[in-house]
């Protein structure tokens, strides 16, 4: 079993700057890739980026490119989310989720970090 655990929400002021931090732990386990999605109070769960483990491939969605960059640290099984620049409507509880292999799916989640950006 893998657990995942997420850090580094808040309140920000809109134009400000948070980061995300996402440990995964577990007796074995891989990492095909990780992702950051989120959601916002009466929408559906959307994509904010992924990273393949290996090389470090990284895809973000329109409405965070250029603001936003996922990155990881392969020695602490972490994944990061810098957000810049941020705006009222990145607010939203952040997930992450981890895919163990590459035919598989995002088989394990976090329980979700609050972001506030206040206009």
């Known amino acids: 079993q893998v657990q995942l655990v997420e850090s580094g929400g808040g309140l920000v002021q809109a134009g400000g700057s948070l980061r995300l931090a996402c440990a995964a732990s577990g007796r074995t386990f891989s990492i095909n890739a990780m992702a950051w999605y989120r959601q916002a109070p009466g929408k559906d769960r959307e994509f904010v980026a992924r990273?393949?483990?290996?090389?470090?491939?990284?895809y973000y969605a329109d409405s965070v490119k250029g603001r936003f960059t996922i990155s990881r640290d392969n020695a602490k099984n972490t994944a990061y989310l810098q957000m810049n620049s941020l705006k009222p409507e990145d607010t939203a509880v952040y997930y992450c989720?981890?895919?163990?292999?590459?035919?598989?799916?995002?088989?394990?989640w976090g329980q979700g970090t609050q972001v506030t950006v206040s206009s």
């Open positions: 989720a981890l895919q163990p292999t590459a035919w598989g799916s995002y088989d394990y």
């Open positions: 990273i393949f483990w290996n090389p470090g491939i990284t």
